[in-house]
């Protein structure tokens, strides 16, 4: 059992430039969200999705879209990369909703010079 | 919208003391409250959480306290191991709203 798995791990930009970040989740849960943490800030929320077919925007969603076609998949899409993108970003996934326990991902570290 | 204070930012602990990390909401319909763990280079893992029915919440050597009057809760770690050396964030949220807000995390470091 994976739980959350996200992919890349690791991605280097340059400003301007586009990228789609993957997260997949294979425990069935209609809740899936992206976080960015920076230093000192601790996790902000990007974009969530109550279920397939469906995203909303959080706390900190400008620059950023996101899609989820499957239920078990939900995207992060940076159309134009800004160095102040530069963040470790999480996704995470819940059964119920935030009032219940959430399973993040490992991460990805994006860097955009 | 919610806003969650951590302290402190850092804390280090002999091993065998205990440690706690206090965080304050602002919205009093905030009613669960989550504590994170975050070990380097991984993503946070949930270790203990309290819901605003309860004030006390205890799991082997973890436990969190609430007060929902003065809107701020605790999370107290006993007879501290090197292996508790992590990041920790609390949480809060509310029903029916699907933005929980986080704290800005306390780094641990427990000293052998």
């Known amino acids: 059992n994976a739980g959350v798995t996200q992919t890349p791990k690791f991605r280097v930009l340059k400003t301007g430039q586009s990228m789609t970040l993957l997260c997949a989740q294979d425990m069935n849960h209609e809740y899936m969200y992206w976080y960015r943490q920076d230093p000192g800030m601790g996790l902000r929320l990007i974009h969530y999705?109550?279920?397939?077919?469906?995203?909303a925007k959080g706390e900190v969603p400008d620059g950023y879209n996101v899609s989820r076609l499957k239920k078990q998949n939900f995207l992060l899409g940076l159309e134009s990369a800004a160095p102040s993108q530069t963040s470790v970003y999480f996704c995470a996934s819940s059964y119920l909703g935030t009032n219940t326990e959430a399973f993040f991902g490992q991460g990805t570290r994006l860097t955009v010079v | 919208g919610e806003n969650v204070e951590q302290h402190p930012s850092t804390l280090s602990v002999q091993e065998g003391d205990s440690a706690v990390i206090k965080c304050t909401y602002s919205?009093?319909?905030?009613?669960?409250f989550p504590w994170y763990k975050q070990e380097l280079g991984k993503g946070p893992q949930l270790i203990i959480d309290i819901r605003s029915n309860v004030g006390e919440k205890k799991d082997q050597r973890i436990a969190v306290t609430l007060n929902k009057t003065a809107k701020h809760f605790s999370l107290h770690i006993t007879e501290t191991q090197p292996e508790d050396s992590a990041v920790y964030f609390c949480?809060?949220?509310?029903?029916?709203?699907?933005?929980?807000?986080f704290g800005a995390g306390t780094r641990l470091t427990v000293k052998p």
């Open positions: 999705s109550v279920g397939e077919g469906t995203t």
């Open positions: 949480a809060a949220s509310k029903s029916n709203n699907n933005d929980m807000r």
């Open positions: 919205d009093s319909a905030s009613n669960y």
